[in-house]
T-cell receptor
Framework: DQQVKQNSPSLSVQEGRISILNCDYT??????FLWYKKYPAEGPTFLIS?????DKNEDGRFTVFLNKSAKHLSLHIVPSQPGDSAVYFC???????????FGKGTSLLVTP | DTGVSQDPRHKITKRGQNVTFRCDPI?????LYWYRQTLGQGPEFLTY????????KSRLLSDRFSAERPKGSFSTLEIQRTEQGDSAMYLC??????????FGDGTRLSIL
């Protein structure tokens, strides 16, 4: 039972443009959300998180938006760079510090 | 600042054999988590420890799996009587309290 869904397996964006990665969840009890980035042969690397009391969190080129009523979050990367090419995982948990539920990931390719 | 360390990086074994993996978390992180990732999927939660106490186990953790964190520092994950379906990447993560989880690079298990 996939409680976190990333419906786009892949995304291709030109360098300098905005990348938007989407994530939907089904469990209304989730209140902590994270994005991880993964390169081949490496473990996931934490990017950015947001708690349910906020609707936006920004860190440099990365912004996460949360729409609780729609059970939807998105990650915006502006401007996109070739080094951003990786698999991005959305994750959610009942509270920070608890087990994470991951989506299947979206493979982002940023082309020069 | 060393990250989460996992050993070995790769393990090839015959079906029916026992295997043990080790995870060394980031120093002073009191929480330690184990996940499993198969091809095309996101990481799936297996179990987590707070200090030496195992606080949660997923239903994915069959009775052939056992995890320990004897002194609240490193952890081991043992799989007894391995099966083909155990082939996966086993990921360890650690966190300090409610901070985001930081992952190691994983142990890739291949069952012949």
């Amino acid at each position: 039972d996939q409680q976190v869904k990333q419906n786009s397996p892949s995304l291709s964006v030109q360098e300098g443009r905005i990348s938007i990665l989407n994530c939907d969840y089904t469990n209304s009890m989730f209140d902590y959300f994270l994005w991880y980035k993964k390169y081949p042969a490496e473990g996931p690397t934490f990017l950015i998180s947001i708690s349910s009391i906020k609707d936006k969190n920004e860190d440099g080129r990365f912004t996460v938006f949360l729409n609780k009523s729609a059970k939807h979050l998105s990650l915006h990367i502006v401007p996109s760079q070739p080094g951003d090419s990786a698999v991005y995982f959305c994750a959610a948990s009942l509270n920070s510090g608890y087990a994470l539920n991951f989506g299947k990931g979206t493979s982002l390719l940023v082309t020069p | 600042d060393t990250g989460v360390s996992q050993d070995p990086r790769h393990k090839i074994t015959k079906r029916g054999q026992n295997v043990t993996f080790r995870c060394d978390p980031i120093s002073e992180h009191n929480r330690l988590y184990w996940y499993r990732q198969t091809l095309g999927q996101g990481p799936e939660f297996l179990t987590y420890f707070q200090n030496e106490a195992q606080l949660e186990k997923s239903r994915l953790l069959s009775d052939r799996f056992s995890a320990e964190r004897p002194k609240g520092s490193f952890s081991t994950l043992e799989i007894q009587r391995t099966e083909q379906g155990d082939s996966a990447m086993y990921l360890c993560a650690s966190s300090m309290g409610n901070q985001p989880q930081h992952f190691g690079d994983g142990t890739r298990l291949s069952i012949l």
